[in-house]
Antibody, heavy 118, light 109 residues
Framework: EVQLVESGGGVVRPGGSLRLSCAASGFTFDDYGMSWVRQAPGKGLEWVSGINWNGGSTGYADSVKGRFTISRDNAKNSLYLQMNSLRAEDTALYHC???????????WGQGTMVTVSS | SYELTQPPSVSVSPGQTARITCSGDALPKKYAYWYQQKSGQAPVLVIYEDSKRPSGIPERFSGSSSGTMATLTISGAQVEDEADYYCYSTDSSGNHRGVFGGGTKLTVL
């Protein structure tokens, strides 16, 4: 079964850091680019970041550029999002999705919740 | 920053045709994608590359794009199609940034 499972979310204070992980299974991970998409409570979807198959090309939304870093480990079939200098407005459910910025996001994980609060 | 604009809500009766629009300046040069999100669930891809339908998506879902507007059409909408729908595309700056529209709540009743 093709599956994406996120982990690493939690409650963090403003200015803090978190590292999200996404474990992929059921497909050849390094055949695909990957992305992170978030959804604040009661709000719409927001594209956060994308990475190509080998990590050689990345992109970030203006709202997170310079604070978040996307990476992947193809040997571990895993995608990551390092989030630094977190703000209250980063509070959201973070989904990983199969596909790069210019592809369809055809497989989604259920998400991991990040809450930034003092 | 680049934006995609959708109507906040669309309402139809069962069996009617629902049309959800998405406008953006780069759409003449960039593909549009459409996602369905039901309450409490992860999004599902329903249309890719303007008009292609993934396997498993009912034929009543179709997409088109002309100029700066993309349209998702649900022909003969069913009660189970009630959901939030989001368009997605990329800007034309070459910076590899994606953007979602604000979402449209489709009510079928």
């Amino acid at each position: 079964e093709v599956q994406l499972v996120e982990s690493g979310g939690g409650v963090v204070r403003p200015g803090g850091s978190l590292r999200l992980s996404c474990a992929a299974s059921g497909f050849t991970f390094d055949d695909y680019g990957m992305s992170w998409v978030r959804q604040a409570p009661g709000k719409g979807l927001e594209w956060v970041s994308g990475i190509n198959w080998n990590g050689g090309s990345t992109g970030y939304a203006d709202s997170v550029k310079g604070r978040f870093t996307i990476s992947r480990d193809n040997a571990k079939n895993s995608l990551y999002l390092q989030m630094n200098s977190l703000r209250a407005e980063d509070t959201a459910l973070y989904h990983c999705a199969r596909g790069t910025t210019t592809d369809a996001f055809d497989i989604w994980g259920q998400g991991t919740m990040v809450t930034v609060s003092s | 920053s680049y934006e995609l604009t959708q109507p906040p809500s669309v309402s139809v009766s069962p069996g009617q045709t629902a049309r959800i629009t998405c406008s953006g300046d780069a759409l003449p040069k960039k593909y549009a994608y459409w996602y369905q999100q039901k309450s409490g669930q992860a999004p599902v891809l329903v249309i890719y590359e303007d008009s292609k339908r993934p396997s498993g998506i009912p034929e009543r879902f179709s997409g088109s794009s002309s100029g700066t507007m993309a349209t998702l059409t649900i022909s003969g909408a069913q009660v189970e199609d009630e959901a939030d729908y989001y368009c997605y595309s990329t800007d034309s700056s070459g910076n590899h940034r994606g953007v979602f529209g604000g979402g449209t709540k489709l009510t079928v009743l």
